[in-house]
């Protein structure tokens, strides 16, 4: 298979900021999240390693709870590394999935190649330089990350997404692109878009609709408030597409008010059967 598609306006992400999204979206024991869980240990590494050598000089730290603060530390950096491989193994498995998926340079080809879900399952990874590769020689480079929800029905990379590695015999390029540009992560520039939102204006809020859906699926939507959670919306929105015209909350509030209610409806009715079958397991 080496079809040549062309590379639709999506909401790019880089590795990197893939990663985070997970870190984000995967939560600890306590319900943080391992984003929150690696900043905190940071932080407080950060601080102590410059308070702790003054306060034991001014005597207003003993020994001893020096100590204690440093083994704290410590568990809180186990901690924070034991969430990071949590997100980045979810990473890697909703790739095999097909949940997201990823676009990169390689040494025998100028532009962006598809990177097969299955291919996930032995490809190593460093996020921090977007790179994935398997020795000797397979590397992709610059990689250029979105969600396979973010594509429209029927676009040539859903299919090849959904072709078995026997039918996927070399990565298709995705689009020729001038080598001295990436993917954006953002649009470059306003363009004109189907009309997907209110009427009268031309809007990307079916990429406001993908990401709510993903909220639910990660069990991340604001189950309090509508209003609250269409403002989250309109913020991330805001984020992620700063040149893009502003979607305002009362428009998303609208258009994902259905979607919004089964979600609170599936979520209560869990909690109700949850609690009955607690109230079973007491009896």
């Not at 590394?81 to 980045?88: C, F, G, N, S, V």
């Not at 363009?191 to 031309?202: E, H, L």
């Not at 509030?253 to 609690?275: F, G, M, P, Q, V």
Request: hydrophobic fraction near 40%.
């Amino acid at each position: 298979m080496n079809s040549h598609v062309d590379l639709p306006l999506l909401p790019w992400r880089t590795l990197a900021e893939m990663y985070q999204h997970y870190l984000e979206r995967t939560r600890s024991e306590d319900f943080s999240t391992a984003a929150e869980v690696v900043r905190t240990a940071e932080q407080k590494s950060a601080i102590a390693k410059v308070a702790m050598p003054v306060q034991l000089k001014s005597g207003s730290l003993t020994q001893e709870r020096a100590a204690e603060i440093e083994a704290e530390i410590i568990d809180m950096q186990a901690q924070a590394e034991r969430m990071k491989r949590i997100a980045l193994h979810r990473l890697t498995q909703e790739a095999v999935e097909g949940r997201w998926f990823a676009v990169g340079k390689t040494a025998s080809h100028a532009s962006y190649e598809l990177i097969h879900p299955k291919h996930w399952n032995f490809l190593l990874v460093n996020c921090s330089s977007g790179t994935a590769w398997r020795e000797p020689s397979l590397r992709y480079t610059d990689l250029r990350c979105a969600f396979k929800s973010d594509l429209s029905s029927g676009h040539a990379i859903e299919m090849a997404l959904e072709s078995s590695p026997a039918e996927y015999t070399s990565p298709p390029p995705v689009a020729t692109l001038d080598p001295t540009h990436s993917p954006p992560t953002v649009p470059a520039a306003p363009r004109q878009f189907a009309q997907t939102g209110a009427p009268g204006r031309p809007t990307l809020m079916h990429l406001v609709q993908a990401e709510f859906r993903q909220r639910v699926a990660d069990r991340c939507v604001n189950l309090g408030s509508i209003k609250a959670e269409a403002s989250e919306l309109r913020d991330w929105f805001a984020a992620k597409y700063p040149l893009e015209r502003r979607i305002s909350a009362g428009t998303i509030e609208n258009k994902i008010r259905n979607e919004y209610r089964n979600a609170k409806a599936e979520a209560e009715a869990e909690a109700e059967a949850e609690a009955e079958a607690e109230g079973a397991t007491k009896l």
